[in-house]
């Protein structure tokens, strides 16, 4: 009868073996592993474009990217934008009184009127394109300015200390669960992580044995399990959807700082399904069959 709570967890560019239950190789993903044993495990889902834009208009409009003119991945060059028309699930959600909060990596357009607190949420927390847009680029780092990073419509530091990304939108998630645990809210978290460039917090650097790519990933299994915390801890497990996926397949081409998308061909990038077929897991106690693979 109540309208139950709604967090969507996505990671950026992990591909669909990172997961202990799909094969992860030198790392571990327990809290990931709980949330697959406690819910059910989607082992073909597919997202709409195999980048980062592309995939998230589709997911945020329900359209089809290319029909609302979104390809590719935005940059800081970038003047096109999610369309003032788009219904998107924020505002959907917020016209059914929920509480909304957006963190991490938004990607829908820099301008000020494709901002995430334009459309739908009630709180932003992130970065306006990828991490690789800055100082770290491979090739372009001089022709980048500073990573820009965002608490609502402005800009509250430039050039933020990326090993601390997974921790920080994190806390900031825990934080709005606690906050609006009496009533309807919709938790987007879009992590950065693990795109390139990859960081790891001092805690969880070395920890894996599957060097630097591993550590990131362990510390994404982290965040998860605090989020399951944080619902449990508020007494709101029972009323809370959580759903756990990718926005498309590893970035291959950086070798040792791009996952597995065993047994599935290529990764990023590419229309094979290694790009767009990706890790998919939900979670809710007793309306989500448990232990099952669909």
Known sequence: AAPPNIILIVADDMGYADLGTQGAQGFKTPNLDRMAAEGTRFTHYYVPQAVCTASRAGLLSGCYPN??????????????????????????????????????KWHLGTRLKFNPMRNGFDQWMGIPYSNDNSKYHPSLAAQMPPLPFYDGDKIIETDPDQSQFTKRFTERAVQFI??????????????????????????FKGRSA???YGDVVEELDWSVGLILAAVQQAGIADNTLILFFSDNGPFLSY??????????????????????RVPFIAHWPGKIPAGKVS
Do not use: C
């Not at 940059?75 to 096109?80: A, L, M, Q, V, Y």
């Not at 009533?183 to 390139?196: Q, S």
């Open 255 to 276: 070798g040792n700082h791009a996952g597995s998308a065993a047994p599935l061909r290529e990764g990023k990038l590419t229309s094979y399904e290694g790009g767009v």
């Open 178 to 203: 606690e906050q609006n645990a009496t009533h309807p809210f919709f938790l987007y978290l879009p992590h950065v992580m693990p795109h390139v460039p990859i960081f790891a917090s001092a805690a």
């Open 67 to 104: 029909r609302i003119g979104l390809q590719g991945a935005f940059n800081h060059t970038s003047r096109d934008g999610i369309n003032a028309e788009e219904w998107l699930l924020p505002e959907m959600l917020k016209q059914q009184g929920y509480a909304t909060s957006g963190i991490g």
């Open 210 to 212: 599957a060097g630097l």
